[in-house]
């Protein structure tokens, strides 16, 4: 009489059909991973895969859409573009929007996460109930006016730190992606500085910055981008002076051309120039989203 030969895993013997069936289970759930997200990366990279060819195509080809691949690739778009949105001084002033938002952000933002989870204060659960609250309100275009109106008062209306100023205000979002950061930052390295003789922003500044740096990388980076993405406002506050137009205000002027006819083609090169600072602090902030703040203290 033949025996079923048997497979010896941790300690316990499973019939080889057994062995077979969670083999295949196994495999089977993770070809319905892959495929989610294959389909999920596709779905992603198709709309920049197709700005990225139809800045190389023809107005006629964009607009008809019959060709996926450009039929003479026209590298002269991105000329164009770039001297007909003013490139270079429209991308200053975006980096100068977005990096003050981004440095503003952070230490406003930080400030805030390190009272809230370090010190105790009268009305703490009210405030964070408060910033909370912001965040699953959406008033949009209603708060431009009074924003305006006090920016005017503080007269930065004709400034782009007007711009500056609102974007930080709204830094919701940044305090809570810190206070889970702060969460991992052991309170013995505040007693430990406290004992030395470090004051309390003695602590904030040598101690809970430097353990701080991969929250700091993760939340600067999603700053930045909203701050180099916002059109809005910057619209709005350079109305009556072009010249400190931001890059995606800059770019919304190519949508027509000299004759009024649209030039859709001279505009997707125009945003994929856009894209590039963005790729670039993504690189440089890259290590922030695998960092850890391990072996602060040592038992």
Known sequence: MQTVPTRITNNKTTSLPTYIS?????????????????????????????????????????TTGATFLPSVWQFSNYVKAWKGANFAHFTMNSLFVSIATTIGSLLVASLAAYAVDRQEFTGKKVYVALLASTMFISIGAVVLRPQFELMVHLNL??????????????????????????????????EAAKIDGCSVYG?????????????????????????????ILPLVFTMTKPALQTLTVGLASLRYGTSAAAETHIMLAGACMSILPILVVYILANKSFISVTAGSVKG
């Open 157 to 190: 209306h004709k400034s782009l730190w007007g711009v500056v100023i609102i974007l930080i205000s709204g830094h919701a979002a940044t305090f809570f992606t810190l206070i889970g950061f702060f969460k991992g930052i052991p309170r013995d390295l505040d």
């Open 203 to 231: 602590i904030y500044w040598r101690i809970i910055l430097p353990l701080l740096a991969p929250g700091l990388g993760v939340a600067g980076l999603f700053v930045f981008r909203n701050a180099w993405n916002e059109y």
């Open 22 to 62: 969670l083999f295949i289970a196994k495999l089977t759930g993770k070809l319905i991973l892959w495929a989610f997200l294959i389909v999920i990366v596709v779905f992603t990279l198709f709309p920049v895969i197709m700005a990225v060819l139809g800045s190389f195509k023809t107005n006629a080809e964009v």
